[in-house]
């Protein structure tokens, strides 16, 4: 039993030991960091060494040293984990209090630049202009004389008494200040963004000032007559109360019209942005134009009476609803005679390209139909200078007999008129070839022969001539 209770206490007393080790091991991990990086600040903010350094709430670092530099400033030295170093160029460090009730509870908040900012060498310096030092609250109070510290101090104790018992509702009324305070922030802190800027605008304002009080008097009549116009609005009392009791309604409907009116200007911004290079061009054009549109409002304003107009029955609105939808009937299927028929387009493309072999048929004598129409004579072919290349034989019985032309003036006897007629034209041509009222010319452009065997015409039924 003895020999089970030494091997019991050597155990305890190794875990005891290798417990050490690591705790050790830890430590020493955690302060291995060799990162160190300066920061000059106006003054110390009450920071003694050992002071944490955070990020976010987070300690990442201790104050190793502070000392005091060439111009008077505190140089705060702090050696920062491994995790966040090295540092970047433009990070900013500030001195806060971890509570109102210490003296020496300060510690460095760092607020990190950007990862693509330069880094900050070990050993590197975070210059003043990137640093703040807290303001304690004796500072405050030291700029006052001893009368007004004592005054306030009543005013402390004067709005403690006012608040006693009362602290819950305070509490709810100050959460409704955050916004307001946010708000105030930003507000001050775009006016200490760009001082140049606010000090010409105070500048511009003490001028305003001035050009007011030299028109003290239009400035006077002014108020007079505000004064009778507020008169007036008061004595229209049910009137403004029956304004006020709609107004919320019209705000809730304004709201939602605002919201996507918000919309609708961030759809058309790159519609704006394309047209920034062409606006300048248009000038012009729309200079020209402003005339135009001011003589074409009495136009505009009769054609909106004729387009839409009160009452029923006497405008194209109304004419266009009252014509007889033709979509179904062109488009199909309709429903007619009892059964479902096709509509008026695809029956009319069906037929149109069921005729098509016909068409194709009847295309070559177009010419022929073309001469026909030009006084039983041919279309002509045209040479460049605008003249008939070929002429055909002008054809009259009256003056033609054997093929030799009679004497001027002349007339076939009636008798004689059938047997001439007879022996001169070429009747029953009706299968003539597509082209025959052209001669051949030799060179291939007219082959009557090539349409016999496509259309069995006949290639021998020619016109009178040569």
């Known amino acids: 039993m003895r020999n ?12 005891v030991v290798i417990a050490g080790i690591a705790v050790a091991v830890i430590v020493l991990r955690g302060s291995g960091s060799n990162y160190t990086i300066k920061a000059d600040f106006q003054n110390a903010s009450q920071l003694v060494k050992g002071n944490l350094v ?18 008077g400033q505190a140089e705060v030295t702090m050696k920062v984990d491994d995790a966040y170093a090295p540092l970047r160029e ?42 703040t030092t807290a303001v304690d609250l004796d500072q405050i109070f030291n700029i006052f004389d001893p009368k007004t510290r004592r005054s306030l101090s009543n005013v402390i104790r004067g709005s403690a008494n006012q608040y006693t018992g009362k602290g819950a509702p305070a509490n709810a009324g100050l959460a409704y200040l955050s916004p307001s305070l946010a708000s105030s922030s930003a507000l001050f802190s775009e006016l200490n963004r760009d001082t140049s800027s606010f000090r010409r605008f105070i500048t511009a304002n003490s001028h305003l000032v001035t050009d007011v009080s030299q028109r003290a008097n239009d400035l006077a009549g ?8 507020t008169g007036a609005i008061g004595r229209q009392g049910a009137a403004l109360q029956s304004a006020i009791q709609q107004l919320p309604e019209f705000m809730r409907r304004a709201n939602t019209t605002f919201v996507n009116l918000r919309a609708t200007l961030r759809d058309l911004t790159p519609l704006v942005n394309e047209s920034k290079p062409v606006a300048k061009k248009l000038r012009p ?44 009937v062109a488009i199909g299927p309709v429903q007619a005679n009892g059964a479902s028929r096709e509509g008026a387009f695809p029956a009319s493309a069906r037929a149109l390209k069921a005729s098509t072999p016909q068409l194709a048929s009847a295309r070559p004598y177009a010419p022929d139909l073309m001469g026909w129409f030009d006084d039983f004579s041919h279309s002509g072919v045209y040479d460049a200078l605008g003249g008939v290349s070929r002429a055909a034989l002008y054809v009259n019985l009256f003056t033609l007999s054997g093929n030799v032309p009679n004497i001027p003036g002349g007339l076939i006897p009636p008798t004689d008129r059938a047997a001439n007629f007879a022996a001169n034209a070429k009747l029953h041509q009706n299968n003539r070839c597509p082209g025959s009222m052209e001669r051949d010319t030799g060179d291939g452009s007219i082959n009557l022969q090539a349409f016999a065997a496509q259309t069995g015409c006949d290639p021998t039924q020619t016109p009178l001539g040569p």
Do not use: C, M, W
């Open 4 to 15: 089970v209770s030494a091997i019991g206490r050597t155990a305890a007393i190794a875990a």
């Open 54 to 71: 955070q990020v976010s709430g987070r300690p990442v670092g201790k104050v190793t040293a502070i000392t005091l530099t060439q111009d």
């Open 90 to 131: 433009g990070t900013q460090a500030t001195v806060r209090a971890s509570s109102l009730s210490g003296i020496a509870n300060r510690y460095v908040d760092l607020n990190l630049a950007p990862a693509s900012a330069r880094h900050i060498p070990s050993g590197g310096v975070i210059p003043a202009s990137h640093t």
């Open 222 to 229: 002014l108020v007079d007559n505000l004064a009778t116009t």
């Open 285 to 328: 054009f729309l200079r020209e134009l402003r005339p135009l549109a001011q003589d074409a409002q009495p136009t505009v304003r009769d054609l909106v009476s004729l387009i839409k107009k009160p009452g029923a029955n006497n405008d194209l609105i109304d004419l266009t609803r009252s014509n007889v939808p033709v979509r179904n």
